[in-house]
């Protein structure tokens, strides 16, 4: 489904546009996001998971009304983390009962908005939090749909897992652990989650209908997923012999990776599902639990490869016997991920071919920062001049959802590509915009 392409001259098009155009039209840094791609994705994921679960897809990767619209189209549910994509999934029409409010420390705002919506549920994640969410339900006269968040020991990055006893981290109540630990579960057995579990279904304006586990990000294999279904089965026949209760649903989190470089291979929509409704099913069956509604939230595997940045080249600085530093007109404004995680990123000349042999290139920002890196090592032709325009392709994810206004840069828009036409989604931020903020 991917439009992105070249000419026989050697220009990037996307979705049958020139970047060249593009850029005269929208400016850069911009970001440019095939719409057939992103919907493609959409139904790959609806599809392999089928009628009978539910793809979430986690806004927190990037978020705005139009892809809020492609995914209701596409069937698509979304996992929301905050007041602001609440607000953005209601405006843009996603009905309540297909949002999922996420987060470890929900506000009293967020929480009253979300119950008072009506969203399908919201998954807790502390004591604290059950309490808070029962007493919003109960001012609102309304039983709220929840599922717990648990952690399950399994920590996944990329290829490899770390199963531990427990988990070190801000998230969810951990599945392992007696009594005494966080919350005190008061010498019941099981740890945090089991005692959450207790609390909640004791309370009548809470409706607890699963367990919620999510392991990592930019996982390429699924054993850290089946470990982690395994221990969430563990709970869920723990609730049915304790209090004689199946839970229906089980949500197994986000997380699958993408080809950022050719060295990632990622897994396909279909491989994954297969992988976790096996599990899944196995477990049940061998504790004679009725399989539950499976759910997942993938974020950066639905739009993480949709688009592009396309950057202007101001300066072309080589460092004699070590490396060019070729300078754009973005940076860790539009792209933090470098900067923060190490990520790894390609870069591409493409505003026209070059026959010129590789220079090896760091491509940086224009921030008050060192370590304002776009692409850490990456080879581009040796006639690289200030003008030419270069692509960073996979930023759909995680880019644009966390870029800021560091040295007051303002931030590039989303331009949707679809069917040979263009159009802005988001627009590029202004200096009014700045200055309406400023208000001392
Ligand atoms: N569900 C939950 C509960 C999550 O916390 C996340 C991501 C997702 C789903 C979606 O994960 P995905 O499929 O997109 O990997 N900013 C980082 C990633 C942080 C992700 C946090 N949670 C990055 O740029 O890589």
Not at 69 to 96: I, Q
Not at 305 to 315: D, I, M, Q
Request: hydrophobic share 40%; charged share 25%.
């Amino acid at each position: 489904a991917r439009t992105v392409a070249r000419t026989p001259e050697g220009a990037v098009t996307v979705g049958g546009l020139d970047v060249q155009q593009l850029a005269e039209e929208f400016g850069t840094p911009a970001y440019f996001l095939d719409e057939a791609d992103f919907r493609a994705r959409c139904r790959a994921w609806r599809d392999a998971f089928g009628a009978d679960a539910d793809v979430f897809y986690a806004g927190k990767a990037f978020l705005c009304r139009a892809v809020v619209r492609w995914l209701h189209e596409e069937g698509l549910n979304l996992d929301v983390c905050s007041l602001g994509e609440l607000t953005t999934a209601l405006a843009a029409g996603m009905p309540a009962e297909r949002i999922a409010m996420h987060g470890n420390n929900k506000s009293s705002e967020e929480i009253h908005r979300a119950v008072e919506e009506g969203v399908g549920r919201i998954v807790l994640d502390s004591f604290q939090e059950i309490a808070r969410v029962a007493h919003a339900a109960a001012a609102l006269g309304k039983r709220q749909r929840v599922q717990i968040r648990v952690t399950v020991g399994v920590e996944a990055h990329t290829h490899e897992f770390i199963a531990t006893a427990h988990e070190d981290q801000k998230f969810g109540l951990a599945l392992a652990g007696g009594a005494g630990g966080a919350g005190g579960a008061g010498g019941a057995a099981g740890g945090p989650a089991a005692e959450a579990v207790r609390r909640v279904l004791q309370l009548d304006s809470l409706e607890l209908v699963g367990i919620h586990s999510h392991i990592g990000s930019q996982i390429f294999d699924t054993s850290g997923f089946e470990v982690a279904a395994h221990r969430v089965v563990g709970l869920l026949r723990q609730v049915r012999d304790e209090h004689g209760v199946e839970l229906p649903e089980i949500d197994l989190g986000g997380g699958l990776g993408i080809a950022y470089t050719p060295d990632d291979d990622p897994s396909e929509p279909q491989e994954i599902a297969k992988a976790l409704r096996d599990i899944v099913t196995r477990e049940c069956e061998g504790a004679g639990l009725t399989v539950p509604r499976l759910s997942v939230e993938p974020g950066r595997a639905i739009v993480g490869p949709t688009a592009f940045t396309l950057y202007e080249v101001g300066t072309v600085k080589p460092l004699d016997g070590l490396r060019t530093y070729v300078s754009v007109d973005g940076g860790m404004s539009d792209n933090i991920r470098t900067a923060l995680y190490d990520a790894e990123y390609t870069v591409a000349l493409a505003s026209r071919a070059s026959t010129a042999g590789p220079m090896l290139s760091r491509v940086v920002g224009k921030h008050c920062e060192s370590g304002d890196i776009v692409v850490r090592d990456a080879f581009l032709p040796a006639d690289l001049a200030p003008g030419d325009l270069l692509a960073v392709p996979a930023t759909g994810a995680y880019c644009r959802s966390m870029a800021n206004n560091y040295n007051h840069a303002l931030r590039p828009p989303v331009v949707a590509v679809r069917d040979g036409a263009a159009r802005v989604i988001l627009r590029r931020e202004t200096e009014e915009d700045l200055l309406r903020l400023d208000v001392g």
